[in-house]
């Protein structure tokens, strides 16, 4: 099933597929045919202040359970620079635990350009969203919604109006937005990590008991919302 055919908002793109090459750390090219490929940036880690070396277990804990149920669909953690600690600590122990590099890549750049700026086809994406799933706020939530327009925004409210702690929810992209025109997202999924900053509402207070289990929650859902769509 492809997973562009279950976005109500659009035609059939079926048979497109293209053969990609992934940054300098992947060294071989990857053959993305129409793989279903969700893009997503480490959750909590920025704003949010959640700890890099914790985060980057839970990543490959659930990345390892995930890619395990996907299918063909690829899964590939983002991150905007060549000096990411998270996308570094995240690549050793996946290597460490041998997860499958044609299923579970790590790429650097913006995630609201990997078709025009990486050659990468990635047609759902995570977002690192406000519990309110408001525009703004800086990070990637600003990003996204900055590159999906107002289209987003109003998708968005038709699915929830606010997100709780290790939730995610699916929203299809209406074919009219930006983001879905030059970059061939057909889903934003949006996801409310753990907090750790002070500033910021609901915070854990460095209860990293609570923080892990709400991570560990976060990425279940997402990567469940992404199946939920490939099927
Ligand atoms: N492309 C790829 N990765 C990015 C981009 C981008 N354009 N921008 C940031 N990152 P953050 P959080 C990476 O702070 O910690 C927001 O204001 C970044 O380097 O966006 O979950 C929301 O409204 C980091 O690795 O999310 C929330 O209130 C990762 O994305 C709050 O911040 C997540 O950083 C959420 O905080």
């Not at 992947?26 to 893009?39: E, I, K, N, Q």
């Not at 990345?63 to 899964?75: D, S």
């Not at 790590?106 to 990635?122: A, E, F, P, Q, R």
Request: proline fraction near 6%.
């Amino acid at each position: 099933a492809s997973p562009i055919l279950d976005n109500p908002n659009l035609e059939s793109k079926e048979g497109e597929s293209q053969e990609v090459a992934f940054d300098g750390s992947h060294a071989s090219r990857v053959s993305l045919d129409d793989a279903p490929t969700l893009a997503f940036p480490s959750i909590s880690t920025s704003d949010f202040q959640f700890n890099y070396e914790k985060a980057a277990d839970i990543i490959v804990e659930k990345v390892a359970e995930f890619t395990a149920k996907l299918g063909n669909a690829r899964l590939v953690l983002v991150d905007l620079t060549h000096k990411s600690k998270i996308l570094s600590l995240v690549k050793a122990k996946a290597s460490e635990k041998h997860i499958d590099t044609q299923k579970f890549l790590t790429h650097v750049g913006d995630i609201t350009k990997l078709h025009s700026t990486g050659g990468l086809n990635c047609n759902v994406i995570a977002n690192a969203a406000n519990w309110r799933l408001k525009p703004g706020g800086g990070g990637v939530n600003a990003a996204i919604f900055n590159a999906a327009g107002p289209e987003l925004e109003s998708a968005t409210k038709e699915r929830a109006k606010s997100l709780s702690p290790g939730n995610a929810v699916v929203v299809p992209l209406p074919a009219s937005s930006p983001l879905f025109v030059t970059e061939g997202v057909t889903h934003v999924i949006h996801v409310l990590g753990p907090n750790m900053n002070p500033q910021r509402p609901n915070c854990l207070n460095n209860d990293y008991e609570k923080g892990c289990k709400i991570l560990q929650d976060a990425y279940a859902s997402l990567f469940e919302g992404f199946a939920s769509i490939t099927r």
